[in-house]
């Protein structure tokens, strides 16, 4: 899919959540442990990685949701 912003090419994957939010590239497993070490060899982005946790969430970025299409667009 390309951006509709910037025209290139977007990455396919799943969010997913266990006490952070983050970003897995298809064909990538789950990391085990979410470690920073671990999601980084799991080829997971963190998406708030200014975020520590729930508590801290003026950290989180701003996100656009369009419920007609299902398409979440945020910043990282």
Not at 54 to 67: D, G, K, P, S, V
């Amino acid at each position: 899919m390309k951006c509709p912003f910037c025209e290139k090419e977007m990455q396919q994957g799943r969010l997913r959540t266990r006490g952070e939010n983050y970003f897995i590239p298809s064909g990538c497993k789950v990391p085990m442990l979410y470690t920073k070490k671990s999601m980084a060899d799991a080829g997971a982005t963190l998406v708030s990685p200014d975020c520590t946790g729930a508590i801290y969430e003026e950290n989180w970025q701003t996100a656009f949701l369009c419920a007609g299409c299902r398409k979440i667009i945020a910043d990282f």
